[in-house]
């Protein structure tokens, strides 16, 4: 499956952003889904899961209550919703594929990845 991320830009801290994850290719097989985001000179963290279904999603701490995961399957399109930017969720966020049909916080348990879209929260 390829994964194809859009939606990043700059925008003001306080302000939102909604990124979308494409998928296309073995669409037919449920996979579950995370983004996770990597600033300059870090590691890539994960932001957020979310099963097949939709039904099971959980987030890093950083961002609960700020940012929301969901998807539509018959898009074969997931988001992230970001509300409440602040200058620190600046990075390169990717969107991931686990093909078990659940998620994980680890980078490891991926096996696709998108090619990441950038956002910059200017303070």
Do not use: H
């Amino acid at each position: 499956v390829q994964l194809q991320a859009s939606g990043g830009g700059l925008v003001q801290a306080g302000g939102s952003l909604r990124l979308s994850c494409a998928a296309s290719g073995r669409t037919d097989r449920r996979y579950g889904m995370g983004w996770f985001r990597q600033a300059p000179g870090k590691e890539r963290e994960f932001v957020a899961g979310i099963n097949w279904s939709g039904g099971s999603a959980d987030y890093a701490d950083s961002v609960k209550g700020r940012f929301t995961i969901s998807r539509d399957n018959a898009k074969n399109t997931v988001y992230l919703q970001m509300n409440s930017l602040k200058p620190e969720d600046t990075a390169v966020y990717y969107c991931a594929a686990d093909r078990s049909g659940l998620y994980s916080d680890s980078v490891g348990r991926y096996d696709y990845w998108g090619q990441g879209t950038l956002v910059t929260v200017s303070s």
